[in-house]
């Protein structure tokens, strides 16, 4: 499973193992899962903490069955996080590729632009007045993970691939 929506990177990687930590261990619902991660973290909305749970099952994390979703023990590691990252996210590989393929650090805004015809078509139907804005600001929260995971690194006003990504 890939998931399409990020949220912001944090300020430090230790936020991931809170936000994993506050998903039970025996399976519980979505609602009883995001209060929790909302007790426990500094996110203030549900929405926040329901992409919060929805990435975390992306990265392999998390799990859902059918009595609701409950934590892997796995450790977040760094290594582990930009393996499940690169896996478990749609769209990074093309943003990995725009980096790689320019001389120059690219904005979040032109990053997008090099990947938006990797965006599926229902992508586009689904909110046909507002896609480009929502994936624009997914292409700079990926951009912002990326660093933050040390596959890209920020220069200036954009981004540039990591010498070892």
């Given amino acids: 499973m890939k998931v399409k929506h990020v949220p912001a990177a944090p300020d430090d990687l230790a936020f991931v193992a809170d936000a994993q930590r506050a998903v039970p261990l025996v399976p519980d619902s979505q609602d009883d899962c995001c209060a929790r991660i909302l007790e426990r973290t500094d996110l203030v909305s549900r929405d926040e903490a329901a992409t919060w749970l929805t990435f975390l099952r992306g990265l392999g994390l998390v799990e859902r069955g059918p009595s609701g979703y409950s934590r892997v023990r796995r450790d977040p590691d760094p290594e582990f996080l930009r393996e ?5 996210v749609f769209g990074v590989d093309a943003v990995l590729d725009a980096l790689r393929d320019t001389d120059e650090p690219l904005s979040a805004e032109a990053t997008f632009e090099r990947v938006r015809d990797a965006i599926p078509e229902w992508e586009r139907h689904k909110n046909p007045t507002t896609w480009t804005d ?3 600001e997914t ?3 990926e951009l912002d993970w990326l660093v933050r995971l040390g596959l890209a690194d920020r220069v ?4 540039v691939s990591a010498a070892d990504s």
């Fill in 139 to 141: 292409v700079g929260h």
């Fill in 134 to 136: 929502v994936w624009t």
């Fill in 84 to 88: 499940a990252f690169r896996d478990g």
């Fill in 156 to 159: 200036d006003d954009g981004y």
